[in-house]
């Protein structure tokens, strides 16, 4: 199934991304830091959506208090409700 999350307090604007059998896949962000964004979603590939959410949330940048990595793992969560 695939989604569409609007970023809050990032770079980045929206990230895309699909869940199938409870696995992540390709994840897009838009905006944001392209390489390092890039190597985020290649390091999720495949991985268990419960595993990408513990090892993203709570991820910080700089002084703000969330991040692109955590904002995906917001993103699945939000997601996890409607699967």
Same mark, same amino acid.
């Given at each position: 199934? !695939? ?9 980045? !604007? ?9 696995? /992540?896949?390709? /994840? ?5 830091? #392209?390489? #390092? ?11 268990? /959506? %419960?595993?990408?959410? %513990? ?29």
């Amino acid at each position: 199934m !695939q989604f569409e999350y609007r970023t809050h307090g990032t770079c980045s !604007q929206r990230i895309f991304f699909e869940i199938e059998d409870n696995k /992540v896949k390709n /994840v897009q962000f838009v905006g944001g830091c #392209n390489g #390092n964004l890039k190597g985020i979603g290649k390091l999720v590939e495949g991985l268990n /959506v %419960d595993e990408v959410i %513990d090892k993203l949330e709570g991820t910080t940048c700089g002084m703000k208090s969330t991040s692109c990595p955590d904002q995906l793992a917001k993103a699945l969560k939000e997601a996890k409700e409607h699967l």
